[in-house]
């Protein structure tokens, strides 16, 4: 009993790291305060719009594994999405150089998220072993 209620907790919290950024999506004023990038000047329509995206993908990610705590048919493919989704900002952000502070933390974020979510995932095999 104790373990499906980590598994929930855990994935609670992955879930909410995941859809917090969402907020980006319909305030994009947040956009310098989540990133550290300014949406002013030439070509700032198309960052805005790439990151408001990704905010709705995130949102999208962060909604499946919300609703995978609470619905354990869920919980593969929930973990599976958020797993290539943070895993693939992880590789992007380590493989460029000179990222600013404000990215490096949502790495550090993410890494953390990332963690969380591979207890969950342990807890899962182990419970259907």
């Not at 790291?17 to 198309?46: C, E, F, K, M, Q």
Request: net charge positive.
């Amino acid at each position: 009993m104790w373990i499906d209620r980590l598994i929930t907790g855990l994935l609670f919290i992955v879930g909410a790291v995941n859809v917090l950024p969402g907020v980006v999506a319909v305030a994009p004023s947040r956009i310098s305060t989540a990133y550290g990038v300014s949406i002013d000047g030439a070509h700032s329509a198309d960052l805005t719009v790439l990151l408001r995206h990704r905010a709705v993908l995130l949102g999208l990610v962060g909604i499946g594994l919300l609703c995978a705590a609470f619905i354990p048919s869920l919980r593969v493919a929930a973990m599976v999405a958020g797993a290539v989704s943070m895993g693939t900002f992880l590789l992007f952000a380590y493989a460029t150089p000179a990222l600013n502070s404000a990215t490096m933390r949502v790495a550090r974020i993410d890494i953390a998220a990332l963690a969380l979510l591979a207890v969950a995932a342990t807890l899962v095999w182990r419970k259907s072993a």
